[in-house]
């Protein structure tokens, strides 16, 4: 157990060092975000395509869709096939995974968007 030295308003409480046990245990991430409606006018933006993320998974996420850990990698063989019907057919209804994962995985490869994680939002919310 650590032992609170004392609490400080602009620094929180502290251990007996004065580190700061917000510090201590957690880390800081930067979470891109990005409301749905957004999202697809910057896939047709960067692709020239349309996408449509379902109602229903929307709903099923309740307010968003979160991916974590997007980073440059090579596609698997269907990240691959997912990519190949975007290409051939214009446009498509991604679901939550693998699609727009993808989509973002091949943007993050692109270098197009940046490494990290990402919420989608619900702009009917």
């Known amino acids: 157990m650590v032992k609170i030295k004392n609490f400080n308003e602009n620094s929180g409480m502290v251990d007996e060092t004065g580190r700061n046990l917000m510090d201590k245990y957690f880390s800081t991430v930067t ?22 993320i379902e109602a229903e998974e929307e709903r099923l996420y309740e307010s968003s869709l979160q991916f974590g850990s997007i980073k440059k990698r090579d ?35 692109k ?8 919420i989608i ?5």
């Open 31 to 52: 979470l891109y975000e990005i409301y749905d409606d957004g999202f697809n006018s910057f896939i047709m933006d960067v692709y020239g395509k349309s996408i449509e």
């Open 75 to 109: 596609l698997n063989k269907w990240e691959i096939s997912d990519m190949k019907f975007f290409d051939k057919d214009g446009t498509s209804t991604f679901g939550a995974y693998p699609g727009t994962r993808t989509l973002l995985i091949d943007m993050c490869n």
């Open 111 to 118: 270098n197009i968007i940046m490494e990290g994680d990402y």
């Open 121 to 125: 939002v619900s702009s009917s919310q």
